[in-house]
């Protein structure tokens, strides 16, 4: 009898998932999984379509690839991918820094916000984001970071991208040379004071990930942003830098009640 009942409960589940129909919040049903239209209303946000599509266009488009994107997925299952260790651990990033950033989300959204006076004092002390905005026109060379202490001393001697160039065409090390623009704003506070007061026609250098790129500026162009239109993107600056301060004091303060063990030899060095 027990088994007649449980049998009885699988297939009332069964026939639930494939009499799951494409109305009210569903949008579609792709093999018995629904996709609801605050899924689909949610990647219209972010999702990039051509300029004068209608929104019953938009909303096709980016229904079906919603849809083609669920049913590769669903065959990926099929396949086990879903329960190999390499999947559960990039899950297990991805949860991890998804709610990171919702977490620093909020804390942003929860910020008081800044005064007329701070967000004059926060343009004052940010000349290169508003006053002296400039676009920089850029000569650079990208490669990959050289484990060679003697070649890197001569890439720290070097005067000009062309020396860059004869050292790494010595060392044998592959680059890339190419034209940029840069927009003062997005330079680090920080960093900007080093490069504005470097030699001019002499590189800098910038590591991204496992490569360097150097940079000359051969012209730069003022853009400055004053007045109502700077004071938007300072107060928004300002928020994420509150948060960040936020995140870095609350990491702290989790650290300090945290009981974390380490195995030998893996503990991270003593500050």
Known sequence: MRTKIILALGLAVLSSA???????????VVNGEEITAAELNAELASARLPEGMSQKD??????????????VAQQAKKDGIDKSPDFLNRQRRMNEDLLI???????IDTAQ???????????????????????????????KTPTDAAVKAKLD???SIDEVVQVLTAAGIQFQRQKNRLDTAVIPHNMYGQIKTST?????????????IASVITSREPAPLLGEK?????????????AAKLMQDRLKSLQQAAKIEYKEGYAPATK
């Open 200 to 212: 001019p026609g002499e590189p800098f250098v910038v590591p991204v990930g496992d490569q360097m």
């Open 58 to 71: 938009a909303r096709a488009r980016v229904l079906q690839a919603i849809v083609d994107r669920r049913l």
């Open 230 to 242: 700077a004071r938007p993107i300072a107060v928004a600056a300002i928020r994420r830098e509150q």
């Open 18 to 28: 494939c009499d799951k129909k494409a109305e009210g919040q569903t949008v579609a």
């Open 157 to 159: 001697q070097a005067k």
């Open 101 to 107: 950033n919702m977490y620093a989300s909020r804390q």
């Open 113 to 143: 916000l800044p005064s007329p006076q701070q967000v004059q004092n926060f343009e004052a002390s940010r000349p290169e984001m508003f006053a002296n905005r400039e676009q920089w026109n850029l000569d650079q060379v990208r490669f």
